[in-house]
């Protein structure tokens, strides 16, 4: 939307200026049908070369649109590779982890049961 903008507005100023300076010119109309035919040609080769360079720069945030996806998805994969690898590498702590927490859960429950004995015979 904004490249038609700048587009529509290009050529609108472009005729404008080109239409004010021949009509305030005093000329023949032979003088003014040549300069009205180049003034033309130039706005005809400056849109031109305006054309031109939106379709590059189209092209280019396309390509960069693609390159970005690309690497994108390449990123997801390396990261997804690497969460698999921490898992497996710390599924022997986790179990060990378990284990020992088990362990002083079981502690805990024995000392449980032995305080109080204690402080009946207190």
């Not at 003034?39 to 031109?48: C, D, F, G, R, T």
């Not at 720069?57 to 994969?77: N, R």
């Not at 927490?101 to 109080?116: D, F, G, R, T």
Request: aromatic share 4%; no cysteine.
């Amino acid at each position: 939307m904004k490249i038609k903008s700048l587009l529509i507005g290009f050529v609108t100023g472009a005729v404008v200026a080109g239409a004010a300076t021949l009509l305030s010119a005093p000329n023949s109309g032979k003088d003014l049908r040549i300069r009205l035919q180049t003034s033309k040609q130039n706005l005809s080769a400056s849109i031109e070369e305006l054309l031109t360079k939106i379709q590059d720069i189209k092209s280019e945030a396309i390509e960069a649109a693609q390159t970005s996806k690309d690497s994108l998805k390449l990123f997801v994969s390396d990261v997804q590779l690497l969460i698999e690898d921490w898992k497996r590498d710390i599924e022997p702590n986790k179990t060990e982890l378990f284990k020992n927490i088990e362990e002083i859960e079981q502690s805990l429950k024995e000392l449980e049961e032995v305080i109080p004995a204690r402080s009946n015979k207190e």
